[in-house]
Each structure stands twice: as C-alpha cells, then as structure tokens.
C-alpha cells in the first residue's frame, strides 16, 4: 500500500472519492457467516433492506446470495428473515471454513 | 458611510452577525449562553436576517449542528460563554479538524466551580490547543470589527479554521459604547459569498465527511491543521490591513501600544488593554518609559513577532485572567517565557494573575504592576514570579 504524503490529500479528512467504501473488504471481521438457502427464500427482500454493509447480492430484484468480501456477520439478516426455518442462517466461521 | 451606534458588546456581536447574515445558527437558549444570542434571536423573529436558526438541547448540540451545517456547505455561526463551552469541547476539535470555518463569539466567563457567571479566560484558554483561531477584544468595537474579519481570515482557502471571537463577560458583553458600524450593504460586500471547498449538499460531486481516520493518516491530518495554522499569520495581517482600508481602523496580530522605547513592558489580553492603556499614558506623562504589548491573536501565537517587541524592555510583567493549574504561571505567562528562550533576552519576567471570576482590575493594580516591575532591570527572574493581583493574602 503506497501511502500518501500529509501533501497529498484532502483535507479534514474528506473521502473525494464516493462509495470507494467497496475497495475496503471487511469481510475478515466476521465470526458468524450468513449461509442463504435458496429453497427456504421468498424473496421478501427484508434482509436486503435491512443489511448495514449492502451485503446481500442481487440481481433483477431477487436475493442471490451473499457478499463475504463485505459481509461483517452481524445476523441482522437471518434476524430479520420471516419464514420457519430461516432462510439464512449463521455458522460460525470456524465450522463452515474447511 | 460609517454608522455611529451606542451598543453593548454583545449587541455589538449581535449587530455583526445581523450584517454577516449566516446560512445557519444553531444555539442553546439559555444561560450560559448571553444576550448576543438573545438579541440575533429577534433579528431572527423582525425577519431581518434570512439565517435559519435552530434552537438545541445543549451547547455539544451547538456545536454538532453548526459542524452539520458548514459540512453541508453554510455559513454556520453559533455563540457560547463559560461552561457552554466546556459542554462543546468534544465539538470544538471536530468542528477544526474538519477544517470547517465556522465563526463563534465567545464571552469569555469563569468555569465553576465554585459557581460564578463573571469574567475571566479559562474558558477560552482551555481550548487555546483546539485548533482554532483565538481573537480577544478589547472593546464593543472590537468585536464588531473582528467577527466582520473573522469570516473572511476562517473562510481564506490557505485557512479553512474556525474562529473564536472572545470578549470579556460583562466588562465587555454588558458595558454600553459607541462604536462605528459599516452600512449593511458594505458589510456584506465585505463578507461576500461563502464558496464552501466541500459540501454535503452538493450530489453532482459527492463526498464524505468524518470517517475512521486511524494509524495511517491521522497524523497527516494533524499536520495539515498546523499548514492551515501557520497560513495564518499573513491572512490575519491582509484582513485587517484592507479592514483598516474600509474603515480607518487597521488590524494585526498584536498592539504595540507605546513599546518602541519602553524600558517596562505589560502583556495583556482582552479588556484589560484598555484599563493598561490609560495607565501607560499617565506614566508617559511622568515621564516614566512604560508600554504596553496587546497580543489580539493568541492563536496562532507569534513568538518571533512577540520577541521581536519586546527586544529592548528591562522588565516584562505578563497579565493572565486565567490560571493553569500545576504549570509555570498562566497560558500567556508560558507562550511569553517560551518566545524569549533563544532569542538572547535574560530580561526578567513576572506573571501576575489576575481578575479571575470577575474580580476586578483597576488602574491603582496596573500601576503597582509597573512600580514593581521598575525593581527589576538589571537582576535575574525573581524567585516570587508568579503573583496574584487583587487578592486577600
């Protein structure tokens, strides 16, 4: 990483370069991974409303999974998911990692 | 055409701020805060200024709106005094590290406890390592004058801080003068437009304000607000060089009022130049060589300029309204010492503390000041150099 001089950069610590939060992979905070079963999904979209981090993958309007590169596993998802048994479930990393 | 008004110090702040017309002002309504607020807030309710005003639960949501609003792009001004301050101080470092220039007349008032409303400086000289810019006034007129400049020196893009404009409570703030006011026409071709450099408002090229800034820039971000610190100085200079132009009333960081040939020099802040003032005139008039060195910036502090003034005096007393607690003397005490190291001067020095929670200066004070300061020349430092004026021992 080539660190810029004091020079170099915007002051006040202004980011010029908006949504560059993408560049920035948090996904290695996590202790609880989200696993998504599409067979149990509606589509209800809850989970995407509700993620803080943009985490759940969609395309043309229907979940498709789920972005571990950003994912922080906080379980707002599978906390918010309405159906019985829970379309997303939380794992610990260290049993769904080998 | 100059306007001839008699008003009190905080009237007089009021009536710079009417002039200066801020996008937003965010205030707490009640004490501490004044009657410069008291008195915008009805310019607000007759409509003579289009500012909007927001009214906040306290002086930290003050200071967190005015933040909100000049991040947004505004003009944000706001107004405190004493413990309002202390209640803004985590704001305070924000409001300069966002580099937003955010202009704030402060009345300057003790911090309890004991609980006491009058003046001294603690609480602007707690703050005096926030990263703002400090201008002390001596007077209603000052006020006036240095909150029309204070736009102009934190809006300068080589700036880009906030500055506190600080009077002293009650001598100041509630003491009625006549002062010289610009028509408001002047005064707002004076202050101009505000083009912020970033603003929150502005979606055709958006940015972010105030994110996680850890090891890797933090630091770089510091030396940045000391860039902007050290831009300083000579914007200072050029505002109050072309505000004189304006107005025949010229500006700079200090005063040196009748130091040229001065063997015996005073350093004061604030209200307290003027009381010096009128005892350095009747001691001139004794023939006694005495002056007076107004430091008008305390931030940013001018130790070559401060050094330069004080070159030929024999015997310096530095006047301090506020104490620091455990320190060598008080915070003027301390920058004056630090300026002198190095620059080949073994002139003594004394602190005298005074006028804290409002006890008050008299010419008799500022007098025995010089009479004990005469002793001096041609000894070292007294032992006894920190002294308290006006106090029962």
């Known amino acids: 990483m080539s660190e810029k001089t004091w020079k170099e950069i915007p002051i006040g610590g202004v980011i010029e370069d ?24 509606i589509q209800c979209l809850r989970c995407w409303i509700a993620c803080p981090d943009s985490a759940i993958v969609t395309e043309d309007g229907k979940v498709t999974g789920v972005d571990y590169e950003h994912c922080k596993g906080c379980g707002i998802c599978s906390f918010e998911c309405p159906v019985d048994p829970k379309a997303i479930e939380m794992k610990l990393e260290t049993d769904v990692e080998e | 055409m100059a306007r001839r008004l008699t008003l009190t110090g905080n009237d007089a702040g009021a009536e710079a ?69 202390a209640l803004m101080w985590e704001i305070v470092y924000i409001a300069a590290s966002y580099r937003l220039p955010i202009v704030m007349p402060v009345i300057n008032r ?54 506190m404009v600080t009077f002293d409570g009650f001598i100041i703030s509630h003491t009625a003068e ?63 060089r072309e505000y004189g132009e304006l107005t025949g009333r010229p500006y700079d960081l200090l005063e040196r009022y009748r ?22 005139d009747w001691m001139r008039d004794e023939g006694k060589k005495v002056g007076l060195l107004k430091i008008r910036a305390f931030r940013p502090f001018q130790e070559k300029e401060v050094a330069e003034s004080l070159k030929g005096a024999q015997a310096i007393g530095v006047l301090d309204r506020s104490i620091s607690f455990g320190a060598p003397g008080g915070p ?27 006890r008050d200066i008299s010419t008799d004070h500022i007098r025995t000041v010089f009479e004990e300061l005469e002793k001096l020349p041609g000894s070292p430092t007294p032992e006894d150099n920190i002294r308290f004026i006006g106090l029962r021992e």
């Open chain 1, 18 to 41: 908006a949504g560059n939060a993408v560049t920035y992979e948090t996904g290695s905070w996590r202790t609880y991974r989200p696993i998504w079963f599409a067979d149990r999904c």
């Open chain 2, 17 to 85: 701020m009417r002039q200066i017309d801020p996008d937003v002002v965010a205030a707490f309504p009640i004490t501490p805060q004044t009657e410069l607020m008291h008195k915008f807030a009805e310019h607000v309710a007759d409509g003579d200024v289009k500012a909007e005003f927001v009214l906040v639960e306290s002086e930290h949501s003050a200071m967190s709106a005015t933040v909100g609003a000049a991040a947004a792009g505004a003009r944000a001004m706001t107004a405190t005094s004493a413990n309002g301050l």
């Open chain 2, 110 to 163: 003790a911090l309890s406890g004991p609980i006491n409303i009058h003046c001294d400086h603690s609480d602007t000289m707690g703050c005096r390592d926030s990263g703002w810019i400090q201008l002390y006034s001596e007077g209603a007129q000052e006020v006036y004058d240095n909150l029309l400049q204070a736009v102009r020196i934190a809006e300068d893009p080589d700036v880009l801080l906030p500055v």
């Open chain 2, 178 to 240: 006549v002062l010289d006011a610009l028509e408001d026409a002047e005064a707002r071709k004076w202050v101009g437009e505000y083009l912020p450099k970033y603003s929150l408002l502005n979606t055709e090229d958006p940015v972010t304000f105030g994110p996680l800034d850890l090891q890797d820039y933090y630091f770089e971000h510091k030396r940045q607000q000391v860039e902007g610190m050290r831009a300083a100085p000579d914007v200072i200079r050029r505002v109050g």
């Open chain 2, 259 to 280: 130091t040229d040939d001065a063997d015996l020099v005073i350093i004061a802040l604030g209200s307290t130049c003027g009381t010096a003032k009128t005892v350095v």
């Open chain 2, 332 to 358: 003027v005490h301390k920058e004056i010492r630090a300026a002198l190291y190095g620059a080949d001067c073994d002139t003594p020095i004394v602190n005298y503390i005074y006028g804290l929670g409002g």
